[in-house]
Nanobody, 124 residues
Framework: QVHLVESGGGLVQAGGSLRVSCAAS????????MGWFRQAPGKEREFVAG????????YYVDSVKGRFTISRDSAKNTVFLQMNSLKPEDTAVYYC?????????????????WGQGTQVTVSS
């Protein structure tokens, strides 16, 4: 059974940085893709960033390009989301997701596994 556990959320001032992590277990992820999604109060869960585990190819939603970086540590089966220049509109619960395909997707329905989420709050 696959488990995804996020950590690293918290409260930060606008302009600050935060790194959230997702520890994965239960299967081999070398042929998988991982994604980060976020959900703000009253809004739909939206795609933020994705990474192909095998080749490291990444993709970002326009609103975070140049500010967020997704990466993975294969030895630790962990995916990271480094968030810089944070804005109040980045406030949300951030979810890690995994799918049994080597290519990421921006569609929530394409992901098979989900973590419990971690809260990120950016104050103005």
């Amino acid at each position: 059974q696959v488990h995804l556990v996020e950590s690293g959320g918290g409260l930060v001032q606008a302009g600050g940085s935060l790194r959230v992590s997702c520890a994965a277990s239960g299967r081999t992820f070398s042929n998988s893709a991982m994604g980060w999604f976020r959900q703000a109060p009253g809004k739909e869960r939206e795609f933020v960033a994705g990474i192909s585990w095998s080749c490291g190819s990444t993709y970002y939603v326009d609103s975070v390009k140049g500010r967020f970086t997704i990466s993975r540590d294969s030895a630790k089966n962990t995916v990271f989301l480094q968030m810089n220049s944070l804005k109040p509109e980045d406030t949300a619960v951030y979810y890690c997701a995994g799918r049994g395909s080597r290519w990421y997707s921006t569609l929530r329905s394409d992901y098979d596994y989900w973590g419990q989420g971690t809260q990120v709050t950016v104050s103005s």
